[in-house]
């Protein structure tokens, strides 16, 4: 009990409760812990997610190589199984350029190089006497290393082998799209 003498003689008598009572909020450290493990939750969430979108384009990428390869391989090597005769190259030769005689006049001669095309090395295909040039390769991956090789027997017609790099174009220098792959295949003329 608490006794409070007033000037005028009076004494007041009562009880006065001296509690601290707490307003609703947070404090200085509760907000800074909080806002600590807000962060690390949203990084790793961020993290996680730049990660798993670089993996989704390097997967891209590589479908986008190994596609066009196997497409240019089996385009050249059904090219080859059709032809009557190889004049580029020679027997026992090897050269950057494929040349075929088709069956037929209007696709004779066949031609298979490379050639510069909007900067970016592309394989082409030019067929009969005044060709339109066709590009077989997209304007993403960059041609190099072409080489067919004629290693066919004597008195045989020919067996072409082939092999070329495709490689993805990549002008930021991002890692998910450095790929790089080699494509090696053959083909015999009937």
Same mark, same amino acid.
């Given at each position: 009990?608490?006794?409070?003498?007033?000037?005028?003689?009076?004494?007041?008598?009562?009880?006065?409760?001296?509690?601290?009572?707490?307003?609703?909020?947070?404090?200085?450290?509760?907000?800074?812990?909080?806002?600590?493990?807000?962060?690390?939750?949203?990084?790793?969430?961020?993290?996680?997610?730049?990660?798993?979108? *670089?993996? &989704?384009?390097? $997967?891209? /990428?590589?479908?986008?190589?190994?596609?066009?390869?196997? +497409?240019?391989?089996?385009?050249? =090597?059904? *090219?080859? &199984?059709?032809? $009557?005769? /190889?004049?580029?190259?020679?027997?026992?030769?090897?050269? +950057?350029?494929?040349?075929?005689? =088709?069956?037929?006049?209007?696709?004779?001669?066949?031609?298979?190089?490379?050639?510069?095309?909007?900067?970016?090395?592309?394989?082409?295909?030019?067929?009969?006497v005044t060709p339109t040039t066709n590009y077989l390769s997209n304007?993403?991956?960059?041609?190099?290393?072409?080489?067919?090789?004629?290693?066919?027997?004597?008195?045989?017609?020919?067996?072409?082998?082939?092999?070329?790099?495709?490689?993805?174009?990549?002008?930021?220098?991002?890692?998910?799209?450095?790929?790089?792959?080699?494509?090696?295949?053959?083909?015999?003329?009937?």
């Amino acid at each position: 009990m608490v006794q409070v003498t007033v000037p005028c003689g009076l004494i007041l008598r009562g009880t006065v409760n001296m509690k601290h009572t707490r307003t609703n909020g947070f404090t200085l450290i509760e907000m800074v812990l909080y806002m600590g493990i807000f962060s690390l939750i949203i990084s790793s969430i961020v993290g996680l997610a730049m990660v798993a979108t *670089a993996q &989704r384009v390097k $997967s891209q /990428v590589i479908a986008d190589v190994t596609y066009q390869g196997e +497409a240019l391989m089996s385009s050249m =090597t059904q *090219a080859v &199984r059709g032809a $009557s005769s /190889v004049t580029t190259p020679a027997q026992g030769t090897t050269n +950057a350029t494929l040349q075929l005689n =088709t069956p037929y006049a209007a696709t004779t001669p066949t031609i298979y190089d490379a050639t510069t095309n909007g900067g970016v090395m592309r394989l082409r295909l030019r067929e009969g006497v005044t060709p339109t040039t066709n590009y077989l390769s997209n304007s993403h991956v960059v041609l190099s290393n072409l080489s067919f090789s004629n290693n066919g027997l004597t008195n045989t017609k020919g067996s072409i082998k082939i092999s070329f790099t495709l490689t993805y174009v990549n002008p930021n220098g991002r890692d998910e799209y450095n790929y790089s792959k080699n494509f090696f295949g053959g083909a015999n003329l009937p």
